[in-house]
C-alpha cells in the first residue's frame, strides 16, 4: 500500500513544478491561468488525512511494462516529479475504466492511471484531480474526451501527441493542455510514457472514446 507520506511528497512534487512554471511566466495565456487554477484547488483540499481504501496498490500489469521496457527519468526540468513517483510504481492504486474495445483488447493491461486526489483517490476533492497516467510501449491511447480541463507534465517518454487532428511528438518537460471536450490521443512508441496529469471543471464525469 502507498503510504500517506508518499502520496503527499508526489502531489507536491507536482505542485511545486506546477508553481515554478508558473512563476517563471513563459507558459502561453491558456496554460498559466490553469495552472493557477489547479493551484488554487489544491490548496482547498484536505491533505489532513488519506483515504487508505484508495492508498491500496492495484498490482496492474501496466508497471511490468514500464519496468521491463526501461522507463527513465526525463531530466532535470521534470526529475523532482518523476523521482517522486518512481519507487511507488508498484503501490500505486492503478486503473483503468474504459470498456472493452475489439480493436484493442489488451489496452486495459497496457495503460492506467493512478489518481492521488479526486473524487475516487486517497484524497478527496470533487473540483481537482492529480495523478499519474502510464502507458505501455507501443501503444495508441485512441482518441477520447472528457468534460474536464486536463493538464499533462511529460514524465517520461516522449509520444506522438493528436488534439483537435494535430499530431505533435511532445518530449518529456512539456505542458500540454487540452481543453473540455476536445478529442485527443496518445501514441507511444518504443519507450513508454509517464505523466502527471490535473483535471479541473467537471471532474467527476469519466472519459469516453470517440469513434474515429
Not at 502561453?28 to 490553469?34: F, S, W
Not at 518537460?173 to 476536445?182: Q, R
Amino acid at each position: 500500500m502507498l503510504s500517506p507520506t508518499a502520496a503527499l511528497a508526489a502531489i507536491d512534487a507536482v505542485r511545486q513544478h506546477f508553481a515554478a512554471r508558473f512563476a517563471a511566466g513563459l507558459e502561453p495565456p491558456a496554460v498559466a491561468a490553469e495552472l493557477a487554477k489547479v493551484l488554487t484547488l489544491l490548496a482547498e483540499v484536505d491533505f489532513s488525512r488519506a483515504d487508505e481504501q484508495h492508498l491500496r496498490a492495484s498490482g496492474h500489469p501496466v508497471v511490468t511494462r514500464l519496468r521491463s521496457a526501461g522507463v527513465a527519468s526525463g531530466g532535470a526540468a521534470t526529475e523532482a516529479v518523476f523521482r517522486a513517483f518512481l519507487p511507488h510504481l508498484d503501490a500505486l492504486p492503478w486503473r483503468f475504466s474504459y470498456e472493452p474495445r475489439e480493436d484493442a483488447p489488451d489496452i486495459g493491461e497496457r495503460m492506467a492511471w493512478a489518481e492521488l486526489v479526486g473524487p475516487i483517490a486517497p484524497f478527496h476533492s470533487h473540483k481537482v484531480c492529480l495523478g499519474l497516467t502510464a502507458i505501455g510501449p507501443d501503444l495508441l491511447y485512441p482518441t477520447h474526451r472528457h468534460p474536464a480541463v486536463e493538464t499533462y507534465l511529460v514524465l517520461s517518454g516522449t509520444a506522438a501527441w493528436t488534439a483537435a487532428g494535430v499530431t505533435r511528438d511532445q518530449p518529456p518537460g512539456t505542458l500540454i493542455l487540452h481543453p473540455s471536450n476536445i478529442v485527443h490521443a496518445m501514441r507511444t512508441t518504443a519507450a513508454p510514457l509517464l505523466a502527471a496529469y490535473a483535471w479541473t471543471g467537471e471532474v467527476e464525469t469519466l472519459s469516453e472514446y470517440v469513434d474515429a
